[in-house]
């Protein structure tokens, strides 16, 4: 499930909270986050740095506390999401674009207009205001962390 928000409106702080409520209840959540901005996982002159400097398309970096995958170029969601085993669940932050479950994020104080414009692929609204506009689809309020996992939950784990 994707959520889907513009820049500022509280995805990832929506986002974190959810994570942490679906990982109480025993869920393994894994996550994509998706940027326009450009990324230095391993600083130059580093050993996976000079991996892709002399052509490698992906490299992964294993650490005691952790691993991370560095590429030469903008991945598919798929492409990401295929990389995954062993998780309940992946949620994604962005990818507005992609052909997946959505979730989308409104706040006010930012914008009540959305994003999604009509998009299929919605199926819940979070906003910390009513939205007319789009009551065919359940809508939560910005702090019912509860809700919106009991929903997910529901629709994609059970």
């Not at 507005?96 to 207009?113: D, G």
């Not at 906003?127 to 629709?155: M, R």
């Amino acid at each position: 499930v994707s959520f889907v928000a513009s820049s500022g409106a509280g995805k990832t702080t929506l986002l974190v909270k959810v994570i942490a409520e679906l990982s109480n209840r025993g869920f393994r959540v894994a996550t994509i986050k998706h940027t326009h901005h450009e990324l230095e996982f391993q600083p130059k002159g580093k050993d996976s740095a000079r991996h892709a400097e002399a052509g490698a398309v992906l490299s992964a970096v294993s650490a005691p506390n952790g691993f991370s995958f560095t590429g030469t170029s903008m991945w598919g969601l798929n492409d990401i999401i295929g990389l995954f085993k062993d998780v309940d669940l992946i949620i994604v932050e962005g990818y507005k674009n992609e052909p997946k479950p959505k979730i989308e994020v409104l706040r006010a104080a930012h914008s009540k207009e959305s994003v999604l414009k009509n998009d299929p692929m919605l199926v819940a609204v979070v906003a910390d205001f009513d939205d007319d506009n789009s009551k065919a689809i359940p809508h939560f309020g910005l702090n019912d962390v509860e809700g919106v996992c009991d929903f997910i939950q529901a629709l994609f784990l059970s």
